[in-house]
């Protein structure tokens, strides 16, 4: 499966931001989906993660409260709204694929990812 992710950008703290991802290739509702990202400097961390019915999310501590993923089926797209956007949030936003029981947050679970999409939060 293809992915595309976009979205990013340059945005003030405190601010809001919706990433999308665009799947094509494969059946979109086989894959649960989810997002990483990665800062200068640092590893590739979990964000969240969809399974591939949208009954099923989980996220990461840093963004849980602030950030909603959700797909659409139809579209084949899996969002990321993100609020409240911090400085720590600055990052390579990267959505990613894989088939599995249960949702997973690893990177090295993950067969398939999109070429990232920046954001940059300004003080």
């Known amino acids: 499966v293809q992915l595309q992710a976009s979205g990013g950008g340059l945005v003030q703290a405190g601010g809001s931001l919706r990433l999308s991802c665009v799947a094509s290739g494969r059946t979109f509702s086989n894959y649960d989906m989810g997002w990483f990202r990665q800062a200068p400097g640092k590893e590739r961390e979990f964000v969240a993660v969809?399974?591939?019915?949208?009954?099923?999310?989980y996220y990461a501590d840093s963004v849980k409260g602030r950030s909603t993923i959700s797909r659409d089926n139809a579209k084949n797209t899996v969002l990321l709204q993100m609020n409240s956007l911090k400085l720590e949030d600055t990052a390579v936003y990267f959505c990613?694929?894989?088939?599995?029981?249960?949702?997973?947050?690893?990177?090295?679970?993950?067969?398939?990812w999109g070429q990232g999409t920046l954001v940059t939060v300004s003080s």
């Open positions: 969809i399974n591939r019915r949208g009954s099923t999310t």
């Open positions: 990613a694929a894989r088939q599995g029981l249960v949702v997973r947050t690893s990177t090295w679970e993950y067969d398939y």
